[in-house]
C-alpha cells in the first residue's frame, strides 16, 4: 500500500458510471411494473452497490480502509439503457475513486443477475469515473 500518513485529511468525492443495456422493452416493464422473479431491481442493485463501495478494500489488495461518510446511487432510463451513477464521498487522507467505480460495477452486475433471466441479450457497458475532487487534482469529465 502506498503510505499516506504524511497526506492531509480533506473532502473527497467522486462520482462513477455504469450502463446497463437491456434487449427487449418488455424486460423494462416488468422492471417497472415489479415483475421481476428475484425481486425490486433498482433497490436490490442499490443494497448490492453501497455493499461494494463499503467491501471495496477487502477486494482490491491496494485500497486503503477509509471510513465511507456518503453513498448515493441513483438511475437514469434513456431507451433501453438503465445509467447508474454512483457518488461516493470521506473526509479522509485519499480519494474515493476505485470505491465509485466498484460501487457502480457491482449494482451493474447485481441487475444483470437478477434480469439474466428474462432478457438474455443483457450487455455492462461502459463503467468510468466521471468526476473526483479533492487531494492534489480534480478530474471532470463529460457526463454524455
Known sequence: ???ITHKDITLRTATAEATVVLSEIDTLEA???GRVPKGDVFEMSKAAGLLGIKKTPELLPDCHPIPIEA???AYEIHGLEIRI???VKTNYKTGVEVEA???ASVVALNMYDMLKPL???IEIQ???LLEKRGGKSDILRSKS
Do not use: S
Open 119 to 121: 432478457d438474455k441479450g
Open 126 to 128: 461502459r463503467i468510468r
Open 71 to 73: 453513498a448515493l446511487i
Open 85 to 87: 451513477l454512483v457518488t
Open 31 to 33: 422492471i417497472r411494473e
Open 1 to 3: 500500500m502506498v503510505d
Open 101 to 103: 467505480m466498484h460501487g
